[in-house]
T-cell receptor
Framework: SQQGEEDPQALSIQEGENATMNCSYKTSINNLQWYRQNSGRGLVHLILIRSNEREKHSGRLRVTLDTSKKSSSLLITASRAADTASYFCATPTGGNNRLAFGKGNQVVVIP | DTGVSQDPRHKITKRGQNVTFRCDPISEHNRLYWYRQTLGQGPEFLTYFQNEAQLEKSRLLSDRFSAERPKGSFSTLEIQRTEQGDSAMYLC??????????FGQGTRLTVV
């Protein structure tokens, strides 16, 4: 079953602007992951945040996790045209044997 | 390239035909997953192997679907008597732990 629900679903921004997207989940987790998918391609792992972490940075990415609200956000700073992609949050489920993905956020960065 | 490899990248088949997809995981990864993704949706879990053992199967995996990982290395996913509803991207992923999963480029199936 899908656990993550991203918000907003689609985002169009100018190059150089920041892009923020949110994800909510329903059950307790030990980590939350964000993936990027370019059109028609596989998913690329971006960042993992553990349940005992509140914020994590990786290059131009900043992820927050609020376990009390069961939500996470992904911020991409100083966006580039190459950031145009769909972004998915995913949480381990089924005894950590699989990932439950949300529907994804489509981000378009206009040069 | 030592990433996850899937073959073929695209497959067009007529309804009722059987198709088989192959996944070669990263060599040291003992965990292998199959997911299915339809347009505008996130990937949905199909099945999971640890080494050669198939430990979990989704209810999405009807009796027309079968997956194998005979020697704990590559895996195959077969769909028998394909239906138009089977049209989707089939993604394979592998990992060492339950954390980060590495995905292949996927096989896009079109059933006509």
């Amino acid at each position: 079953s899908q656990q993550g629900e991203e918000d907003p679903q689609a985002l169009s921004i100018q190059e150089g602007e920041n892009a923020t997207m949110n994800c909510s989940y329903k059950t307790s987790i030990n980590n939350l992951q964000w993936y990027r998918q370019n059109s028609g391609r596989g998913l690329v792992h971006l960042i993992l945040i553990r349940s005992n972490e509140r914020e994590k940075h990786s290059g131009r990415l900043r992820v927050t996790l609020d376990t009390s609200k069961k939500s996470s956000s992904l911020l991409i700073t100083a966006s580039r045209a190459a950031d145009t992609a769909s972004y998915f949050c995913a949480t381990p489920t089924g005894g950590n044997n699989r990932l439950a993905f949300g529907k994804g956020n489509q981000v378009v960065v206009i040069p | 390239d030592t990433g996850v490899s899937q073959d073929p990248r695209h497959k067009i088949t007529k309804r009722g035909q059987n198709v088989t997809f192959r996944c070669d995981p990263i060599s040291e990864h003992n965990r292998l997953y199959w997911y299915r993704q339809t347009l505008g949706q996130g990937p949905e879990f199909l099945t999971y192997f640890q080494n050669e053992a198939q430990l979990e199967k989704s209810r999405l995996l009807s009796d027309r679907f079968s997956a194998e990982r005979p020697k704990g290395s590559f895996s195959t996913l077969e769909i028998q008597r394909t239906e138009q509803g089977d049209s989707a991207m089939y993604l394979c992923a592998s990992s060492l732990t339950a954390a980060e999963a590495f995905f292949g480029q996927g096989t896009r199936l079109t059933v006509v």
